[in-house]
């Protein structure tokens, strides 16, 4: 067997690494949905962003946090392309993940790096013109990433604990760009949920590599064996917990505990995403599995409605 340069040079024409589609898929289009979650603290801070007096600064909030979500999505992506480029060797020993565009050679390493740093720079580069200090979280959102790529990805529960912090530096940042403080609740929600998304995508690749596990990733089989199904009963327990505690305990959502109406709609959802990891075959990919699942989609959809529709009537 070759080396994974010698790979790289004959995997593929060398055309394919010029090809416009398989450089967006690299990207990973269908990971920006994360991004949303920047959008979280202004939808929560009721007294800003549900006042029906006065708009006030609304419509400037919203834009930064526009800006704010395309600078992850371009952070994000940058990312993906880093772990793409250190994992292109092992990548191709795995069934799936052997067709990535980087692994299969259809984008070339040298365009792969050099879209890389481009958006990296642009990135940050935004997150400083909106804010400053924002300069400083998608720093931080990077370095973890770095250390996860270059070798935090094999230490069990270090690995799923990186990939969870993403989710809550973009809640902090969306903090950070509106000025506003939300409950610290937010943020144990986040972090739970993400454990849980995370934990259940290792459950989901143990379950479905078989005797293969530590070939396609090695950590994998630190996670082999009960103790993947421990942390994953856990992650779902302290998700459901601290949503609920969240709905009654957050100084910014209305008094009259009327967001526990959406407490069921959360519960389905956790349900039905244990469901899936058991069942289904994208089970390692969380982003298609749950926009590819009407029953998880529409349980999404109608948690939104729900929480919208008590806002608005407890203004």
Known sequence: MGT?????????????????MALVKALRPLQWVKNGLVFMPFVFA??????????????????????????????SSAVYLLND???????????????RPVASGKVSVPMAASVMVLLAAAG?????????????????YALVNVGYSLGLKQVVLLDAF????????????????IDVAPSPW???????????????????E?????????????????????????????SAAAAWLSYTLYTVEAANLPNNNTMLLTLPLV???????????????RAEAPEQLIVRDLPLVLSIISWIAVSALVLLLNN
């Not at 994974?4 to 416009?20: C, K, M, N, Q, V």
């Not at 994992?87 to 052997?98: E, I, L, M, N």
């Not at 929600?189 to 290792?202: E, P, Y």
């Open 124 to 140: 940050l580069l935004v997150m400083v013109l909106v804010e400053p200090l924002l300069g400083v979280t998608g720093g931080v």
């Open 267 to 281: 519960t389905f959802g956790l349900f039905r995403y244990l469901y899936l990891l058991n069942n289904s075959e």
């Open 186 to 204: 937010l943020y144990a929600t986040t972090g739970a949920g993400a454990l849980f998304i995370v934990l259940g995508r290792r459950f989901a």
């Open 206 to 234: 143990v379950r479905l590599a078989g005797e293969a596990a530590e070939e396609q990733r090695p950590v994998l089989k630190d996670y082999a064996g009960p103790f993947i199904n421990q942390l994953l009963i856990v």
């Open 46 to 75: 009721v007294d800003v962003a549900w006042s029906t007096d006065d708009l006030g600064p609304v419509p400037g909030l919203l834009l930064k946090l526009l800006l704010l979500a395309v600078a992850f999505c371009a952070l």
């Open 85 to 99: 480029l250190m994992d292109r060797a092992g990548d191709r020993q795995h069934p799936v993940k052997r067709n």
């Open 4 to 20: 994974a340069d010698e790979i790289d040079s004959s995997a593929t024409p060398s055309a394919f690494a010029l090809s416009p």
């Open 162 to 177: 990186s990939v969870t912090s993403g989710y809550v530096i973009r809640a902090v940042a969306g903090a950070v760009a």
